[in-house]
Every structure is written in structure tokens, then in C-alpha cells.
């Protein structure tokens, strides 16, 4: 189930909803390259934890980061389709501003992100040398 599935009505059952929205995410990661760059980062970090032995309240942090970056990904996606959709790609600037407010949300994202990963990875790898 992916973009060839032609479906315009509701779906039917919880079953039909995840197929959607799981559908939704594999065309995501196919389609946009910076959701790659944001999985592939991480990944990195996620493997960094698992090297580092980081305790659970690490853990939980790293996690949020790394979702808010992708949820914000997403969000960003859908807004750059919609106003694609509406716009007909024709410029206005209102969809500028969307759009620049959607890449906005994803920068924040990606520097609290970054903050997370300085507050717990700096000190240990700083313990190494
Ligand atoms: N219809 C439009 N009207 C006005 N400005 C637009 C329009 N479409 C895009 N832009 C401007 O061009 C920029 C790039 O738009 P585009 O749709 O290519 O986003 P993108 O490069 O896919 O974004 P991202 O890098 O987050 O994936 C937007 O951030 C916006 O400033």
C-alpha cells in the first residue's frame, strides 16, 4: 500500500489506518532527503548510547530529540505538500511563509537536538581523553 493505492473514502478498521500510516512513513524516508540525513543521525546517536553505556534518564532524552525531529520532519513534509497543492507550485507569500515556518519548526527541533546531545555526550567523551 503506498501512493498507487487510490483510496478517497474513510478507512474502515484500526488495520487500515496503520497500513496508511505506515505506508505514510516508508514513502517519507523514499521521497525526502532530509528525513535520510535525520534517521541516519540517529542512528549515529543511538549507536554513540549503546558504545557510552548512557543510564535511562539519558536515554529518554536522546529519544525525545530524536523524535522531535522527526515529528517535526513530518510536519514540515505535509505542509510543504499542502501548500504545493494548493499553490500549484505559483508563488505567494503566504505559502513562503509556511513554508519557511514549517523548515523553522524542524530547525528548532534539530538544535534542541544538538543541545541534548552536547549536555550528555560532551562530558563522557571529554572522561575519555
Ligand atoms: N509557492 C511558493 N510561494 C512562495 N515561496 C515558495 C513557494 N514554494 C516554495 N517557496 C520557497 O522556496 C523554499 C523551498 O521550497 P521547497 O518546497 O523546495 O521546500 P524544500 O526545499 O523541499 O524544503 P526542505 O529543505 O525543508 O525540504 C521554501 O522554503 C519557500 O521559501
Redesign the pocket.
Known sequence: MGLKDRQTTKNHNLGQSMRHAVAGLVEVVRL?R?MRWHLLAGLLVLGCGWWLHLDRGDWLWLVLAIFMVIQSELA??VV?NV??LL?A?????A??YA??L??AA?LVAALFAIIVGLVIFLPKLLALI
Open positions: 525526502e532530509n514540515n513534509t510543504e501548500v504545493d499553490t507550485h505559483h508563488y505567494t507569500v505559502a513562503k513554508k519557511d514549517a523548515a524542524v
